[in-house]
């Protein structure tokens, strides 16, 4: 865990070691987040999908997905599956 303390400006410095690890360098725009209380510091070129597609790498294998027809045929599936779920919703 590392310090920073802000100035009588406000601005904060943050610590090398962080920088280096986040890849953040000097004139870097940077966003600042509160999500429910607790301050969070993003890269203004923090990309969500991008973050969303590394957390994500693997997955389509672990569950079978490995072969873009495999995707294919399982996205059909599952439209027909919600398909026969509004169909049975419409007769309710």
Do not use: H, W
């Not at 590392?2 to 601005?11: I, L, R, T, Y």
């Amino acid at each position: 865990m590392e310090c920073a303390v802000v100035n009588s400006g406000g601005q904060l410095t943050i610590p090398l070691e962080i920088m280096q690890k986040m890849g953040i360098s000097e004139g870097d725009k940077l966003y600042f987040i509160n999500r429910n209380g607790t301050l969070v510091i993003k890269p203004a070129n923090y990309d969500p999908l991008k973050s969303l597609q590394d957390l994500m790498e693997g997955e389509a294998e672990r569950v079978g997905l490995n072969s873009e027809e495999d995707i294919i045929k399982f996205m059909k599936e599952v439209r027909k599956e919600l398909a026969e779920e509004r169909r049975k919703s419409k007769c309710e």
